[in-house]
Structures are given as structure tokens and as C-alpha cells.
């Protein structure tokens, strides 16, 4: 199968060679890298502020910075982590990535237009750092922008919010890309339920992701037309309603939360079946289960609002439907979990990454439901409680996702192999800190820590001190499992085509793939996790 | 390199379409969006607005509207003409696409400047002093009628981008999918308007 007629997709040499060569490239994989190098570069940016944070909670009082630099601090976290890093996240890296090749393609549909998406996003991101260094000061309105304080506040609130159109308007672009790419560039032969379950989790995001986005795109433009033309829809002295704002915000961003985490679920599907060398454990279940998450999940926005006053009818109606919605999510770990169950399984990174997705997934989920239940969110709500319940989704959901997927293809990507020694010894650190860093907020939040506050009662002092520590050490996690990745990528080992044995299409080419990635588009005759013990086959003399 | 001739030189007029239709979905929620706050604050105010409907000159909507319906239908001829392999008839009626669309232009121009004489636009004085609902209504009137204005610029920018396209035998009867897609862009810009118009000149 392996042949190597054709130069790899690093060592191409087009119209411009070196740095020029990637950014004028239309090649999915170094899209898909480029994205990549940009989310990791916000990413630093966006953890030592949350380490600032830390440092500034270690002691009750001020301790390096003033409350409304914490403001700025806390607001600029958040807009990097969510709207820079996370949305775009797992979709734009390894959905660039890899999409094309599971399902046995050349590139996605419209190559220019994904390049064209990167830029925007750039032109976002860049967007979203300069609002912090022009204009009125930092803004300060936390990442959500509710009004009226946004529509009021002196900082240069304009410009991040133009910042969450741009690349709202990226999002939809790879989102369209995708799904286009799903219906016309499967190989022959691949039906929809013979595609593998990372390309479905991405379809059932990529809707999510052209039919969420522009309300969004319309409510920042609202916002934007009531700070400049007075227009308003959300003054009350006008006549306008700011509870309006929050419903349209979260008619996206709750849906947002999946554009993160389906693509996570995605990459974990692909790995336990590898680790455990077994079909997956309810192939049609995960599918349909994506998209039944992706539907309801448009539904479920108004618990974000039980404390604002909505009726008693909508309250009970949100929150049924945030309990339904968690029914596909639990769905999907049994899967996981009986898909491991009898396999082979073996412990590398990748796979124990995936375990640990599973466990902080769940935290994150369970304590998810004491939100959406309508009694505990009125004693949670706005508490440090619902901050370390969605660093358990997003960080220990996406992140360690994240860290599962690069764990995985890694040597695909670079054909290089990583230290496994490294990285179990980041994981250990990794593991420990987000717990210590996480855990403790839950505490103190259901005893009353608010969340943004740069201060707090010295009750509260045992947890913050314990998570400050856990800040330190999930840093230095970061930077062996950095080095590790960075290092080795030119230095580790020359990697197999296939050195975990997988079955998916990304498997049976090169490492790194060819620039077409295949010689021959592949026909496809089976389904996908199909282990017939080739290998066996062969070490019995067959 | 020539390895690499699939990376460029890949047409599949279906794709276009399915993705063409993809970000019209998004257009439309973007203009939903504003369809939403509509229905609430008309529910809220349904007085209010139907004073301020009534303000609204409905002669120069229903002007514009056939204006844009017939634009609608001067652009699907000109797909027709490039299919018949007829590019002078195809890039003529762009043109009057084209005019039709200043023409509407021209008149939002004239109804917004005759508003902004009476000292009627957001933030101003005059405004502030309305109903609430009143308030309401015009800066939804002057939000969706100038996102909408700004989709038919886009429209006309793309429609001239097809007859520079035409003219150098880019698009051609064989390969008409830049100018289908306009097209559907342009039927958007038109639908839209379609909703606007009974919403804000005729709900009285
Ligand atoms: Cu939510």
C-alpha cells in the first residue's frame, strides 16, 4: 500500500518556497497546521492570563493587578479561548486535516475558500489582541458582552465585538466548506454509514456552524449599531429589552458549545477502536447521536436565563430539554466504554488522553445537569461553580481531546514519532494540575465564590490557594507536553505508515501523507473499524 | 509541478451550488435574526408600529418591490441566454439588472435623505421624542432597509464581476456557475426585500 512516487505534503515545493509557500497554500494539511500553529500561539497568550488570574486570587485583597485590569483580564481570556482557540479548535485543525482523507479525497470542496477562512480568522484574532491596546482601554465586559453594560462601557468593546463577527464569518465558511465536502468527495463505494465517525461528528458540526453562526453575526451587529446609532433594541429606555440580548446570544452560543465538543467526541471515536483493535461499539448510535446533539442543542439556550425572570413555563421547558440533550452525550460513553470492553487495549497516550476526556467530560457534564436543574442553578448560578464546570467541558472536554487527537496523528502529520516517556509524564502533570486547578472552584462556588471577581472573603482563601497551585503545575504540564511535541516533530523518530495499526483511510497512506494524499482514490467496500487481524494473518505465515 | 493539477483546476458546478445555497441559509438567519426582534417588539408595540407603517411611503415600496421582481426575472434570463450560448443577450440583460438595481438604489436614497430632512434618524432629537415603539420601529426600518441596501451593493458588485467574466469568455455555456449563483444571490436580495416590504410599509 505504502509508495512513496510522491513528495510529501511538508517537503512540497510549489510557486514560492519556505514561509510564503504555506501561506499561499491551498493544500488541506497545511491549512490545517497553519491553524493549528495560530491556535497554539493565542493559546500561550491566553493561559498565562489565566495563570495572571490565578496568581491575583492567590490571596484575598490586590495582589498583582487592579479590578479593572482584572476585568480587562478576564474578558480578553475569554474572547481568545472561546472565539479564537476553541470554536475553530478541533474542526479547523484536524478537520482540515484529516476530513479529506478519511473519507478518501484529494482536498476539500472549495480549497481557495478554506484558505480564504484561515485569513479571516486571522484578521479576527489580530482584531481581537488590538482591541486590547487601542481605543478607550481593554474591554471589559466578560466574553459574553451582555448588555447594557456593553452597550454603555467606555472600553473599546467595539472592536472585540467586530473581532466575534470576523471570525463568526470564518467559522461559517469552514462549516460550509465541510459539509459540501461530506456530500460531493466521499470515495466510491462510501455511503454514508460507511464513513468513519470523526468525518460524521464534523458534518454534524459544520450545520451547526452555518446555521448558528449569523445570529450571532446579527446580534454583534445589533450591539454595534446601539453603541454607535443609538438604536435601541436592547435600551429599555428606548423602549428596547436587554433580556433580548441574552436570548439572541445564546440561541448561538449554546450551540457553540457543541461546535466545540462534537468534534472532540469525534477524535475520541477514532482512538478507542485503534487502542482496543475492535470495531467500534454502536457505530449507528454515535453517528445519529451527533446529530440528535447538534438538533436539540439548539433548543436548551435559555438555561443560561433562569435567574433573569424568563416564565415558569420556559424555565421547565429549557430545562427538560437540557436534561434530553445530555441523552446523546451519556450515549456516546457507554459506546466508548463498551467499545474497550474485551478489545486489546493498549495504554498508549493517545488512548489514555481519551480515558481522561472521558472522566473530566463527565464531571463536566453531571455538574452541567446541577446547572440545568432549575433549584441548584438559582444557588450556582454566577458562581466559580459554573466557571469550573465549563473549564471541565471545554479544557478537560475539547483540551484534552485536543491532546488526544495530536497524540494520535502526530506521526502521521510528521511522520516523526514523539517520546512516549515525555508524554506520559505530561499527561501525570496535566492531569494532576486541571484537577487541582478545577476541583476546588467547584467547592467554593456552591459556598458562594462569585464568578469575576478579582477579590473575595477570606473564607474562600483554602480553595483559591489550592487552585492557584494547580494553575502552576498544569502550566508546567503544558510546557513538557509542548516540548515534547515541538522537539520531536524534526528530531523523534522516523514513524511507520500506520504505527497504531488503525484501519481508517488516513492510515493507509505515507506518513507524512503525499500532497494528493492518494495515488489512486481508494474504493471503499467495507465498513469503517473493520479489524479482520491482517497483522495475524501475517506473523502466522499465511 | 505539474503533479498537482486537480489542486486547482477542479470544477463541479454541484458543489457551488450546494455551497452557494449553504450561505444563503446564512443570510437568511442573519436578516431572522432581525425578523425575531421585529415580531417581539411589534407584539410588544403593535400600536406604535402601525402608526409608524403608516408614516412609510408605501407608493415608493411598492415601486421598489416590482422593481426588484422584475431584476429577479431579467437575471434568470440572462442564465438563460448563456445556456443558449447567446453572451450578448446574456451580458445585456445584466445590464438591466444592473439599472434596475440603482433604480431601487436611487429611491432608498431619496425615501432615507426625505426622513433624514425631517430630522428622522437614529440618535436624533426628533427621534428620541417618538413613542418608544415608534423609536423601535424606525431603527428596525433603518437597520433591515440598510442591510438589505447593502446585499444589493454586494449583488450589483458581483453582477459587473460576471460581465467582465462573460466578456473574457470565462463564463461561458459551458461553465455558467459564477453567474447562477449571482443569480440565486440576487433572487435572495429580492426575497428578503419581499418580507421586508409587508412588514414595514404595509402592516398598518
Ligand atoms: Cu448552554
Known amino acids: 500500500m505504502v509508495n512513496t512516487s510522491q513528495e510529501n505534503y511538508l517537503e512540497y515545493r510549489g510557486r514560492f518556497k519556505g514561509l510564503m509557500g504555506w501561506l499561499t497554500s491551498t493544500d488541506h494539511k497545511r491549512i490545517g497546521l497553519m491553524y493549528m500553529y495560530a491556535i497554539m500561539f493565542f493559546f500561550i497568550i491566553a493561559a498565562l492570563l489565566g495563570l495572571l488570574m490565578r496568581i491575583e486570587k492567590i490571596a484575598p485583597g490586590q495582589t498583582i493587578m487592579d479590578a479593572q485590569t482584572y476585568n480587562g483580564v478576564f474578558t480578553i481570556h475569554g474572547i481568545i479561548m472561546i472565539f479564537i482557540i476553541v470554536i475553530p479548535g478541533l474542526a479547523a485543525v484536524f478537520g482540515n486535516f484529516f476530513l479529506p482523507i478519511m473519507i478518501g479525497a484529494k482536498d476539500v470542496a472549495f480549497p481557495k475558500l478554506n484558505l480564504l477562512s484561515w485569513y479571516i480568522y486571522i484578521a479576527g484574532a489580530i482584531m481581537g489582541i488590538l482591541s486590547q491596546f487601542i481605543g478607550g482601554g481593554a474591554p471589559d465586559t466578560g466574553w459574553t458582552f451582555y448588555v447594557p453594560y456593553s452597550a454603555e462601557s467606555g472600553t473599546n468593546v467595539m472592536f472585540a465585538l467586530l473581532a466575534a463577527f470576523v471570525l463568526g464569518f470564518s467559522s461559517i465558511l469552514t462549516g460550509l466548506n465541510f459539509i459540501v465536502t461530506i456530500h460531493r468527495l466521499r470515495a466510491p463505494g462510501m455511503t454514508w454509514f460507511k464513513m468513519p465517525l470523526f468525518p460524521w461528528s464534523l458534518y454534524a458540526t459544520a450545520w451547526i456552524q452555518v446555521l448558528a453562526t449569523p445570529i450571532i453575526g446579527i446580534t454583534l451587529l445589533m450591539v454595534i449599531a446601539e453603541r454607535t446609532l443609538n438604536i435601541g433594541f436592547f435600551d429599555p429606555a428606548l423602549g428596547g429589552d436587554p433580556l433580548l440580548f441574552q436570548h439572541l446570544f445564546w440561541i448561538y452560543s449554546h450551540p457553540a458549545v457543541y461546535v466545540m465538543i462534537l468534534p472532540a467526541m469525534g477524535v475520541v471515536t477514532e482512538i478507542f477502536p485503534t487502542f482496543s483493535q475492535k470495531p467500534v461499539f454502536g457505530y449507528g448510535a454515535i453517528a445519529i447521536s451527533s446529530l440528535a446533539i447538534a438538533l436539540v442543542g439548539y433548543f436548551v439556550w435559555g438555561h443560561h436565563m433562569f435567574t433573569t425572570g424568563i416564565s415558569y413555563w420556559s424555565r421547565w421547558f429549557f430545562s427538560f430539554l437540557t436534561f434530553i440533550v445530555a441523552v446523546p452525550s451519556a450515549i456516546k460513553v457507554f459506546n466508548w466504554i463498551s467499545t474497550m470492553y474485551g478489545g486489546s487495549i493498549d495504554l498508549k497516550p493517545p488512548l489514555l488522553y481519551a480515558i481522561s476526556f472521558i472522566f473530566l467530560f463527565m464531571i463536566g457534564g453531571f455538574t452541567g445537569l446541577t446547572l440545568g436543574a432549575l433549584a441548584t442553578n438559582v444557588q450556582t448560578h454566577d458562581t466559580t461553580f459554573v466557571v469550573a464546570h465549563f473549564h471541565y467541558i471545554i479544557f478537560g472536554g475539547m483540551g484534552f481531546a485536543f491532546f488526544a487527537g495530536i497524540h494520535y496523528w502526530f506521526p502521521k502529520i510528521y511522520g516523526r514519532m514523539y517520546s512516549n516517556r515525555l508524554a506520559y509524564i505530561a499527561w501525570g502533570i496535566l492531569f494532576v494540575g486541571f484537577n487541582l486547578l478545577y476541583f476546588p472552584l467547584f467547592v467554593i462556588g456552591i459556598q458562594g465564590m462569585p464568578r469575576r471577581y478579582f477579590d473575595y472573603l477570606p473564607q474562600f482563601q483554602t480553595g483559591h490557594v489550592i487552585s492557584s497551585i494547580g494553575a502552576f503545575i498544569l502550566v508546567a504540564g503544558l510546557v513538557v507536553m509542548f516540548y515534547n511535541l515541538i522537539y520531536y516533530r524534526r528530531k523523534g523518530e522516523i514513524a511507520s505508515a500506520n504505527p497504531w495499526k488503525g484501519v481508517t483511510l488516513e492510515w493507509q497512506i505515507p506518513s507524512p501523507p503525499p500532497l494528493e494524499n492518494f495515488e489512486e482514490i481508494p474504493v471503499i467496500k467495507d465498513k469503517p473499524y473493520t479489524f479482520d487481524n491482517k497483522e495475524e494473518k501475517a506473523s502466522t505465515g499465511n | ?204
Open chain 2, 1 to 204: 509541478m505539474n503533479t498537482s493539477t486537480a489542486h486547482t483546476d477542479h470544477y463541479d458546478p454541484e458543489s457551488s451550488k450546494i455551497g452557494m445555497w449553504l450561505f444563503l441559509f446564512t443570510e437568511m438567519f442573519l436578516f431572522g435574526g432581525l425578523f425575531l426582534v421585529y415580531a417581539v417588539f411589534r407584539n410588544k408595540y403593535s400600536a406604535d408600529f402601525h402608526h409608524g407603517a403608516h408614516e412609510l411611503n408605501a407608493f415608493i415600496g411598492t415601486f421598489n418591490t416590482v422593481v426588484l421582481l422584475i431584476s429577479s426575472m431579467t437575471v434568470a434570463m440572462s442564465i438563460t441566454a448563456i445556456q443558449k450560448k447567446n453572451r450578448k443577450l446574456a451580458v445585456n440583460m445584466i445590464i438591466i439588472t444592473i439599472v434596475l438595481a440603482l433604480v431601487f438604489m436611487l429611491n432608498k436614497y431619496f425615501e432615507w435623505s426625505y426622513k433624514f430632512e425631517y430630522k428622522l434618524y437614529p440618535g436624533s432629537p426628533v427621534m428620541m421624542n417618538l413613542p418608544q415603539g415608534e423609536i423601535l420601529f424606525y431603527g428596525l426600518y433603518f437597520m433591515m432597509t440598510g442591510l438589505h441596501a447593502l446585499h444589493v451593493l454586494i449583488g450589483i458588485v458581483l453582477l459587473v464581476v460576471n460581465i467582465f467574466k462573460i466578456r473574457s469568455g470565462k463564463v461561458h455555456h459551458e461553465r455558467f456557475s459564477l453567474l447562477e449563483n449571482s443569480g440565486l444571490y440576487w433572487h435572495l436580495v429580492d426575497l428578503i426585500w419581499i418580507f421586508l416590504f409587508p412588514l414595514l410599509y404595509l402592516v398598518t
